[in-house]
């Protein structure tokens, strides 16, 4: 079950009912496994509180990754549906696969940029910031998880962006 939130430039944005159990697990492991550890004199409050920003933020980049494919898709004349959020991240529903190698291609490859490109901005900007705060660790925790996010969907297997930019060059 999805529930509408909104629309960011013209594409509908859903939540998944499992959303809701990502936000709890990663707010708790992100602000104890990491927050907590970094800033050591922060309160359990505080470090889930920050937890849970940090996990609406990188849900956030989630969405800027589905979103990416979308421009792609329009290019090559194929209509989008909504952008999903679930428990084990995102997906963006295009109403039928590319007709031509090269079109699944620049879609499936549209969102790990996007997801390397914020990595290597956010790692840009945290080295313009005070080090010791606690922005620069979200900041941190953001470009790395980006990179990890970007790095992880080029990965060759299906449903990922590599997998299918690999069934793209097998096709080409």
Known sequence: MSIRVGRVLGVPIEIHATWIIALILLSYTIGFGFIAKVHNDIGALDAVLA?????VLLFACIIGHELAHWPAARRCGIHTGAASL??????AKLNRDP?????????????????????????????????????????FYLAFANGVIGLANLLPGYP?????????????
Do not use: C, H
């Open 51 to 55: 937890g849970a920003l940090a996990t």
């Open 99 to 139: 007709d031509q190698w090269n079109n699944e291609l620049s879609i499936a490859l549209a969102g790990p940029a996007v997801s390397l490109g914020l990595a290597g901005a956010l790692a840009l900007l945290y080295f313009v910031v005070d080090a010791g705060s606690m922005f620069a660790t979200l900041i």
């Open 160 to 172: 990922l962006d590599g997998g299918r930019a690999l069934k793209a060059i097998i096709w080409r």
């Open 86 to 91: 679930f428990v084990f991240g995102g997906a």
